[in-house]
């Protein structure tokens, strides 16, 4: 965690640095590090008794609603939710570890659970509730803290898209295969995602299965003519022939002038 901080004022990072971990980042010695290095925290709670009395002793007039402006998936529960309720309390962590001890806000979500049977004329008698903390020394105000924990970051967006390619393929029983094999994903991601800012700002946002598939594996047909001169044949009336063309542009000189 140390390392990562100073990587990333070497890199630049002038502002607040937050980082922003699951419930396996739940740790002294990980808030310590943070602590230590200038850096504030947002980590995932893990649900122990103590979270949960500290949750439940939360009142009622303290849940406030937010809507998200798209809905989001829960895993959990297994559909899509638009709406939750927040609220925060001053929670101590790690008070078992001699001088380890952590005071800072726990953030807390909930989200009503569904009864599946209301349909059908079986209506709860009470609300009942997910929940999800986050504990945290975030400078910014809650609504704002819990929707920062809650977004996804740019690399994991980058994981998801190579896991979809060419990490699918990893591992092998090689440590040096691996190693290239990651080497050569590394390139093949970053010309793949300048492609796509070449062919236009759809693409610019696509997948890589989505650019593969519209730029790179163009139906197109090959044809030799004399002097080893090759003609590209792409389909009439193909749907992505402005985008691509937008990449052949960009890549390729412009044909040389005819002689008058």
């Not at 290095?37 to 937010?66: E, L, N, R, Y």
Request: net charge positive; hydrophobic share 45%.
């Amino acid at each position: 965690m140390a390392e990562s901080i100073t990587a990333a004022r070497a890199a630049g990072a002038t502002g607040i640095l937050l980082v922003r971990g699951d419930s396996a980042f739940y740790a002294a010695g990980v808030i310590a590090a943070c602590r230590r290095a200038g850096a504030h925290f947002s980590i995932t709670a893990k649900m122990d008794p103590k979270i949960k009395a500290a949750i439940a002793a939360i009142d009622d007039d303290a849940w406030q609603a937010i809507a998200y402006p798209n809905a989001i998936f829960d895993e959990q529960a297994g559909y899509w939710v638009s709406d939750a309720e927040i609220a925060e309390t001053r929670y101590t962590a790690f008070t078992s570890k001699k001088g380890q001890a952590v005071t800072a806000r726990l953030i807390v979500r909930r989200v009503k659970r569904l009864n599946p049977q209301a349909a059908g004329g079986q209506d709860e008698l009470f609300s009942s509730y997910r929940y999800h903390a986050v504990f945290t020394d975030s400078p910014f105000h809650l609504a704002q803290a819990e929707e920062q924990h809650r977004d996804h970051a740019i690399v994991e967006q980058v994981f998801a898209d190579l896991v979809c390619g060419p990490l699918a393929h990893l591992p092998s029983g090689d440590f040096a295969a691996n190693a290239a094999w990651l080497t050569c994903a590394t390139i093949t991601h970053n010309l793949l995602r300048a492609t796509g800012c070449l062919a236009g700002p759809v693409h610019a946002r696509a997948r890589g299965a989505t650019l593969r598939r519209r730029l790179v594996a163009a139906p197109a047909r090959l044809a030799r003519h004399g002097r080893g001169h090759i003609t590209l044949h792409l389909p009439q009336h193909w749907h992505w022939q402005q985008a691509w063309m937008n990449v052949f542009d960009a890549v390729h000189d412009p044909p040389p002038a005819q002689a008058a």
